[in-house]
C-alpha cells in the first residue's frame, strides 16, 4: 500500500509539469494579453490615466502615457505610443524574454511554490491564495459534506422504497432541484431571506461581520455560520441531485444481485443484508465520484454563489485573473487547483479501500 502511494505522489509531478505546459502555450497564444490590455488603457485614458498596476515602476512608468512618437511597436495596438514606452511594457510584464526563457522560469519557480506577484494587484500570488482560501474552502467543505449526507441516506430510502408514493415525490424534487441554476437558488433566497423583498435574517456579504474579532468564540462560530447559511444552502439544493440518484441507481444494481437473494435466503434481515453486504458494494461507484464531486463544489460550483453573495474566493480570483490577463495570478490558481485535484484523487483510492478491505492496490502499477 505505501509504495502505490508513493508511486501517485510522484506521477503528481509529470501531471503538474504537463498541465501547466499545456495551458502556457495556451495562454500565450491567445490574443488581448496584459501588455496588449495596458497599451490600449494607455491610449484610451491618456495622461489621465488610472490603471491599476502594482509595484512603483509600474507607478513610474504611468507618468510617461503622454507621449506619443508616432513610431510603431511590436503590438499594432502600440502605433500612437513611444517604442520606448512599449518596450518597458514588455519588460514589466516579463514579455521582453524569449518563449522558452518564460517558459523555463515558470516551471522551476514553481517547482517551489513561487508564483511571482500580480500584473494588477500589489501582493504576490502566493498571498493572495492564502488570503482567498478560506472562503472557497469553506463553502466547497460545508456544502460537499451536507450533499453528501443528505443524498446517500435519501438515495437508500429511494431504493428500498422504489416505486412507492414517497419515491415518485421525491424525486420530482429531485428534478427540480437539478433543474435549476444553482445562482438562481441563491437569488431567491435572497430576495426571501437577506432582505430583498421579504425577510432580513441572513446578512448579504462576506464571510463573517465586521466586529468579528471583538466577538467570543461561541458567537464567532455562529457569525460565521450565519453568513455561510444561504451560500451553502443555495449550493446545497442545486447539487444534491446527481448524487441522489446515482446511490439510488447504485443500491438498486445490488439489491437485485444473487448474493442479496442468498443472504436473505440464510435468514438475514432487510437491514443486516442491506448495510452489511449491499451497502460496501454500492458505494464503491459513489466514492470514485467524490474527487470531481469535490473539486466542482469547491472552485467551480462556488463562483457564482462568491460573486451574488459578494463571497472573495479562490473562483472569483480566477475568474478576473482570466478576464484581466493575470497570468501569475492564472497559473497559480490552476497550479493549486490541479495539485488539489490530484490528492483528492489519491485520498479517493484510500477511501476505496476503507470501505472494501478486498480492493488490492500492491497490485496495480499505477
Known sequence: MLSYILRRLILIIPTLLGILTINFFI???????????MIARLESTGESATVRVAGSDRAELMGRVGRSAGGEGSYRG?????PELVAEIEKLYGFDQPLYKRYGKLILNYLSFDFGDSFYRDKRVIDLLIEKLPVSISLGFWSTLIIYLVSIPLGIAKAVRHGTRFDIWSSTLVIVGNAIPVFLFGVILIVIFAGGTYLDWFPLRGLTSNNFADLSIGGKILDYFHHLALPVTAMVIGGFATLTMLTKNS???????????TARAKGLSRNQVLYGHVFRNAMLIIIAGFPAAFISMFF?????????????????????????RDYPVMFGTLY???????????????????????IDFEARKF
Do not use: H, W
Request: with cysteine.
Open 78 to 82: 502600440a502605433q500612437g505610443l513611444d
Open 251 to 261: 443500491f438498486l444494481d445490488e439489491i437485485g444481485k444473487q448474493y442479496v437473494i
Open 27 to 37: 495562454i500565450q497564444a491567445a490574443p488581448g494579453g496584459p501588455v496588449e490590455q
Open 336 to 358: 493549486i487547483f490541479t495539485l488539489i485535484g490530484l490528492l483528492t484523487n489519491l485520498i479517493s483510492d484510500l477511501c476505496y479501500l476503507m470501505v472494501d478491505p478486498r
Open 300 to 324: 467551480a460550483g462556488s463562483l457564482l454563489i462568491e460573486v451574488i453573495f459578494s463571497l472573495d474566493g479562490l473562483g472569483l480570483l480566477g475568474f478576473e485573473a482570466t478576464i484581466g
